[in-house]
T-cell receptor, first 111, second 114 residues
Framework: GENVEQHPSTLSVQEGDSAVIKCTYSDSASNYFPWYKQELGKRPQLIIDIRSNVGEKKDQRIAVTLNKTAKHFSLHITETQPEDSAVYFCAASTGDYKLSFGAGTTVTVRA | NAGVTQTPKFQVLKTGQSMTLQCAQDMNHEYMSWYRQDPGMGLRLIHYSVGAGITDQGEVPNGYNVSRSTTEDFPLRLLSAAPSQTSVYFC?????????????FGPGTRLTVL
């Protein structure tokens, strides 16, 4: 099955700086790559996703890039704010019935 | 709309006991799934369903059963609880019949098995 690896496991950034989280996947048939944010004690919520027919997608301060050749995708958060502190999960799907998640990155934004 | 709801929020079981975690959604989603979340391991798929009457195994199905008699409900049964099943359990649902759309998660159930 699909194996998704996520790095780093923890990330501390100064408010206003950028944060980058990287994920690699094993199944070359994967074509859907969402990112979820989970605040402490809350449920995961989708923040952005990308499909294999595009290389980059932006939504305000967040962006995702996809390199299908290298089988990796990344989440970029610019101008970080305290409310960006959370656990972020990447995931991959071949478009069938299963979504495989990475282990998560705990992001802390220092004021 | 309530979205995805789960009950109970917290549960403590003794080894060997059985119980059912409830999940319901009011968005008429075809696809529903159960995940467990453990520290440092992300979310792992237990079972999923692509519609009423259809269920299948995910990544970590052992020790769990599911059924889908209606579109709205997708209960998860622990047959004989073990300490290794101590975890936070999330139910999720989405449009369509696959894991290729936004997953809407419930609030979670924190289960402790003693």
């Amino acid at each position: 099955g699909e194996n998704v690896e996520q790095h780093p496991s923890t990330l501390s950034v100064q408010e206003g700086d950028s944060a980058v989280i990287k994920c690699t996947y094993s199944d070359s048939a994967s074509n859907y790559f969402p990112w979820y944010k989970q605040e402490l004690g809350k449920r995961p919520q989708l923040i952005i996703d990308i499909r294999s027919n595009v290389g980059e997608k932006k939504d305000q301060r967040i962006a995702v890039t996809l390199n299908k050749t290298a089988k990796h995708f990344s989440l970029h958060i610019t101008e970080t704010q305290p409310e960006d502190s959370a656990v972020y999960f990447c995931a991959a799907s071949t478009g069938d019935y299963k979504l495989s998640f990475g282990a998560g990155t705990t992001v802390t934004v220092r004021a | 709309n309530a979205g995805v709801t789960q009950t109970p929020k917290f549960q403590v079981l003794k080894t060997g006991q059985s119980m059912t975690l409830q999940c319901a959604q009011d968005m008429n989603h075809e696809y529903m799934s159960w995940y467990r979340q453990d520290p440092g391991m992300g979310l792992r798929l237990i079972h999923y369903s692509v519609g009423a009457g259809i269920t299948d195994q995910g990544e970590v199905p052992n020790g769990y059963n599911v059924s889908r008699s209606t579109t709205e409900d997708f209960p998860l049964r622990l047959l004989s609880a073990a300490p290794s099943q101590t975890s936070v359990y999330f139910c999720a649902s989405s449009y369509g019949q696959g894991a290729y759309n936004e997953q809407f998660f419930g609030p979670g159930t924190r289960l402790t098995v003693l």
